[in-house]
């Protein structure tokens, strides 16, 4: 999570023509140090142009448009502002843009898939599951991106925190099973909301089920999001003298580990396995090999699962009961978040044997 500086120096605060005005700054604060400041883009309007809204005496209805485009890269936030405003000022009106919004929603999102109701308004009850249905889908939605070019994918979109853009507030302080609580940090001198922002196993086990059922070309889009990421993970296990690929509890912009509690740095391995689990379920359910065959950067699903499964090699220690088996020590977080130093956690256990056969399972795939 990071939090915009007050504009200084350069084009900050400038004047653009028609009333038009561009602030531009570096993120004050970044998730750990060594991550580089961001740069962010906001382009808007001044309604009344005097920085007042001119009101008159006796008035009882007045409409002022007020426009907002913010990115982390210049030409798209100026062409979305542009764009809005023309929309608006050309019929001083904003039925304009709101026609086009749900129209795009419309023909992009819902009729490519939605779960529908044939009469919701038959009942209180009915339509009250309805509107529930809609509003979790619709921020489900909101918060990945339809499809990005080729040349931009991987710079625009860096995965989905827990809840997605409809989370938010104060964050809940839980006690841990040993009674002691788990901090968490402070930004910009507030409490963090929706975990900082930050990319965890949600993605994989709770978001990405629900978006490729309905909508494959978002799930896809979650994906791509750890194939960002994956060098970090790579990273991230040779720093826990691990092999393969790691990934963090929470990962900051850049995929690095920023999880507040180091018990949860520690001892949260079950995420690798979690990210495994995403692209069997995709493939599962799409039968899009493009995954792990493309040729760009996409197609490296093959490559992200033969490092988890060495991961997981590396993990599993054979019992000295003479058998084959396996047990899988130090797991401090399962699915059950509380959890200490378990052996054999189920949850874990079972997500690293899954993870383990995802090479296997890609590669007959590929072969039929």
């Known amino acids: 999570m990071t939090t915009l500086a007050y504009p200084t120096g350069g084009r900050a605060g400038s004047t653009l023509p028609d009333g038009k005005y561009m602030w531009e700054g570096p ?5 750990k140090s060594g991550i580089s400041q ?16 001119p009101i008159k005496e006796g008035t009882t209805k007045e409409t002022f448009y007020f426009i907002t485009s913010v990115s982390t890269e210049r030409r798209l936030a100026e062409d979305a502002f542009n764009r809005a405003y023309e929309m608006v000022f050309r019929t001083n009106s904003g039925q304009l843009l709101l026609d086009e919004h749900i129209q795009a929603w419309e023909s992009e ?21 309805a509107q529930n249905i809609y509003v979790s889908m619709y921020n489900l939605y909101s918060a990945v991106p339809l499809a990005l070019s080729d040349s931009d994918w991987q710079r625009r979109f860096f995965g989905v925190s827990p809840g997605g853009l409809s989370f938010g507030g104060p964050y809940r302080i839980r006690p841990l099973r040993d009674g002691s609580m788990l901090p968490r940090p402070k930004l910009g001198g507030r409490q963090d909301e929706g975990y900082g922002g930050h990319l965890m196993y949600d993605q994989e086990l709770w978001l990405l089920p629900a978006l490729t059922a309905f909508q ?4 896809k889009m979650l994906l791509s999001a750890r194939v960002r990421i994956a060098e970090k993970a790579r990273d991230n296990a040779k720093a826990n003298s ?11 912009l850049d995929g690095s580990e920023v999880s507040p509690a180091t018990t949860f740095a520690q001892g ?3 995420v690798s396995a979690d990210v495994a689990f995403g692209y069997r379920f995709y493939l599962q359910l799409t039968h899009d090999v493009s995954i792990i065959q493309a040729s760009d950067e996409r197609g490296r699903g093959q490559e992200i699962a033969f490092d988890v499964a060495r991961f997981w090699q590396n993990k599993a220690k054979k019992t000295s009961t003479g058998r084959n088996q396996y047990d899988i020590s130090g797991v401090t977080v399962g699915t059950e978040e509380a959890s200490q130093q378990v052996t ?12 383990l056969e995802l090479p296997e399972y890609m590669l007959k795939i590929l072969s039929t």
């Open 216 to 219: 494959p070309n978002m799930g």
């Open 242 to 252: 691990d092999t393969g690929a790691r990934f963090p509890w929470e990962a900051a």
């Open 27 to 31: 993120t004050k604060l970044t998730e």
């Open 38 to 53: 961001q740069m962010v883009y906001v382009f808007f309007n001044n309604a009344s142009g005097k920085g007042l809204l």
């Open 344 to 355: 054999n956690d189920g949850y874990t256990n079972f997500a690293a044997k899954l993870a």
């Open 268 to 270: 949260a391995l079950s």
């Open 109 to 129: 999102v819902w009729q490519n898939g939605m779960i529908g109701f044939e009469d919701p308004a038959t009942s209180d009850r009915a339509l009250d599951i």
